[in-house]
Nanobody, 116 residues
């Protein structure tokens, strides 16, 4: 099993920045990729960014050029640097781990609120 704990959410003004962190524990060696998702009120959860074990990354079109996903393997931590935040980025952000057994583990989420 993999346990994930997110941190770093909060309230920020439009144009500001936040960095989210996701610390993984448990069966770290089973993880293929790490993802950040978000779910805004009344909307479906959407994939924001992901990073594979080899280091390749991908982003949703809505965040390209503004968000950066990265990782610190020594700390078993994945980050999401969010710049130029917009009110439409307001959501609960979830960290997820994709494992060799095709099981996806989720964190509990951290709330990001962007005020206009």
């Amino acid at each position: 099993q993999v346990q994930l704990v997110e941190s770093g959410g909060g309230l920020v003004q439009a144009g500001g920045s936040l960095r989210l962190s996701c610390e993984a524990s448990g069966s770290i060696s089973s993880i293929n990729a790490m993802d950040w998702y978000r779910q805004a009120p009344g909307k479906q959860r959407e994939l924001v960014a992901d990073i594979a074990n080899g280091g390749s990354t991908s982003y949703a079109d809505s965040v390209k050029g503004r968000f950066t996903i990265s990782r610190d393997k020594a700390k078993n931590t994945v980050y999401l640097q969010m710049n130029s935040l917009k009110p439409e980025d307001t959501a609960v952000y979830y960290c997820a781990a994709d494992t060799l057994g095709a099981i996806k583990y989720w964190g509990k989420g951290t709330l990001v609120t962007v005020s206009s």
